[in-house]
């Protein structure tokens, strides 16, 4: 595979952080003994460090792009999910409440992130996605019966409209108002 087409995000702590400046060479394989889901745990190397990932789901996609001239920029991926590197101190329990892996995910869900990639979008799931309040019946209804009776009378009955146009201003009379814009006023 080309290696501008790879892409991944990995997100990891400041031990590991360090090696991967490093040359040496970043494996990872699945996790078969594990109970999570089928190739969500791995096993991750990096020279004499080793530890766990987990691949979790990020609450939107993200849109990955390179540049070859410093200006023109043009879309390479749509990165939808994230490799955690979990910390060698949680690795007994790495799923236990106040690890840093629980304080990341969405309240009942085993891998879903509540945060995204960048300041705006954290907490996303909760304050972007909120669920919306449902209507209750009676006001449904109430709406139905306006509707229903608009649609019967063909209309309110109470707008009308006149198209009039005039060759100079002499031909305005007195009475007619006019409506002003705002950008108009500025212009006058």
Known sequence: MNPIESHVILRTNEEMLNLLESTQRLELTPDPSSSELPNRLFDLRLGDYSSKAILLDLPTITESQKTLDGINYFKVA?????????????????????????????????YSLKSGLTPPTHNITSEFFKREVPESLASVKEVERRIKRAMEQKGSGNVHTRIEEYEDESQIPADFQRVVRADEEDQS
């Open 78 to 110: 749509d990165l939808c999910q994230l490799l955690y590197c979990i910390p060698r101190a949680e690795l007994p329990d790495y799923r236990a409440k106040g690890t840093s892996l629980a304080r990341m995910l969405e309240r009942d869900s085993m």
